[in-house]
């Protein structure tokens, strides 16, 4: 009988290179979709303008020759195709915000590039949820303010197990991964950016609640391995779900954790107890 490792191990090793380009794709857009988030916060609508109006990204480095003393230095653009005119003015507009929110997203480039989708590709879109109104509300709109009570932390961690389950195609390799985390929990952090150990620091929410993720596993180095292929794509369907995780974060499962599982195939999920609960 395979251990839960070793199914990890194997679901890692199965990644081809086309999955591999998928997954960096998958990464790519997502990143995006944060990075104009990042940098109309304060308009969301604007936000979902431009993506509801964007119909492909691409990164590639610039061939052409250049004057000055970078010239011989590889200079990477982003491209964005847009199918309206006002909003990519806006998006010029904003493009070195844009650019700075691309950079604290992981995504390094030089330059930013507006092309207007003409033809076919107008009938594409990157983010087709959007576009057409079906987007899911993000979490805590709506939702009360203050610390999570027992009940609303499952029902987070049940989204977070639907999320993995829409993920992988195969449903057993979905379990392999759930039932490999002995522990789980969610805690909220703000806009700004996060310690690491997920404590909160100064700044506002700007009426919208996201999440770090704590997944406590035995084998920290097959968990992350998975989720460096798996976790944008699984972050993004949390986010489709109404659950916003900035960021998954993985430690050592202690002692008084073995044998016990965060997620179960039946019943709602176990969040770690909290002080005072």
């Given at each position: 009988?395979?251990?839960i490792?070793?199914?990890?191990?194997?679901?890692?090793?199965?990644?081809?290179?086309?999955?591999?380009?998928?997954?960096?794709?998958?990464?790519?857009?997502?990143?995006?979709?944060?990075?104009?988030?990042?940098?109309?916060r304060m308009?969301?609508?604007?936000?979902?303008?431009?993506?509801?109006?964007?119909?492909?990204?691409?990164i590639?480095?610039?061939?052409?020759?250049?004057?000055?003393?970078?010239r011989?230095?590889?200079?990477?653009?982003?491209?964005?195709?847009?199918?309206?005119?006002?909003?990519?003015?806006?998006?010029?507009?904003?493009?070195?915000?844009?650019?700075?929110?691309?950079?604290?997203?992981?995504?390094?480039?030089?330059?930013?590039?507006?092309?207007?989708?003409?033809w076919?590709?107008?009938?594409?879109?990157?983010?087709?949820?959007?576009?057409?109104?079906?987007?899911?509300?993000?979490?805590?709109?709506?939702?009360?303010?203050?610390?999570?009570?027992?009940?609303?932390?499952?029902r987070?961690?049940?989204?977070?197990?639907?999320?993995?389950?829409?993920?992988?195609?195969?449903?057993?390799?979905?379990?392999?991964?759930?039932?490999?985390v002995?522990?789980?929990?969610?805690?909220?952090?703000?806009?700004?950016?996060?310690?690491?150990?997920?404590?909160?620091?100064?700044?506002?929410?700007?009426g919208?609640?996201?999440?770090?993720?704590?997944l406590?596993?035995?084998?920290?180095?097959?968990t992350?391995?998975?989720?460096?292929?798996?976790?944008?794509?699984?972050?993004?369907?949390?986010?489709?779900?109404?659950l916003?995780?900035?960021?998954?974060?993985?430690?050592?499962?202690?002692?008084?954790?073995a044998?016990?599982?965060?997620?179960?195939?039946?019943?709602?999920?176990?969040?770690?107890?909290?002080?005072?609960?």
């Amino acid at each position: 009988m395979q251990t839960i490792s070793t199914e990890l191990d194997m679901l890692v090793a199965n990644l081809g290179e086309e999955a591999a380009r998928a997954m960096k794709r998958a990464r790519n857009k997502e990143r995006y979709r944060a990075a104009v988030e990042r940098t109309w916060r304060m308009r969301p609508e604007v936000a979902r303008l431009v993506l509801a109006h964007t119909n492909g990204i691409f990164i590639a480095k610039d061939e052409r020759p250049r004057r000055g003393p970078d010239r011989d230095r590889d200079w990477w653009v982003f491209g964005i195709y847009l199918d309206d005119a006002m909003v990519r003015t806006e998006v010029d507009a904003w493009q070195s915000v844009l650019l700075q929110a691309l950079h604290d997203e992981g995504i390094s480039v030089d330059e930013l590039r507006f092309l207007p989708a003409k033809w076919d590709m107008r009938a594409r879109k990157l983010f087709p949820e959007i576009a057409a109104g079906r987007e899911e509300p993000a979490v805590g709109e709506g939702a009360a303010r203050g610390p999570w009570r027992g009940q609303d932390e499952s029902r987070a961690l049940d989204t977070v197990k639907k999320a993995v389950c829409l993920v992988f195609e195969d449903t057993e390799q979905a379990w392999a991964f759930l039932e490999s985390v002995r522990g789980a929990a969610l805690d909220e952090v703000l806009l700004r950016e996060s310690t690491d150990t997920g404590s909160r620091r100064g700044g506002k929410t700007q009426g919208k609640r996201s999440y770090w993720l704590r997944l406590y596993v035995d084998d920290v180095a097959a968990t992350e391995h998975l989720l460096g292929a798996y976790g944008e794509a699984i972050r993004s369907r949390a986010y489709r779900l109404g659950l916003r995780i900035r960021k998954i974060v993985v430690r050592q499962a202690s002692a008084n954790l073995a044998g016990q599982h965060a997620f179960y195939r039946q019943g709602p999920s176990r969040p770690l107890p909290r002080p005072g609960r």
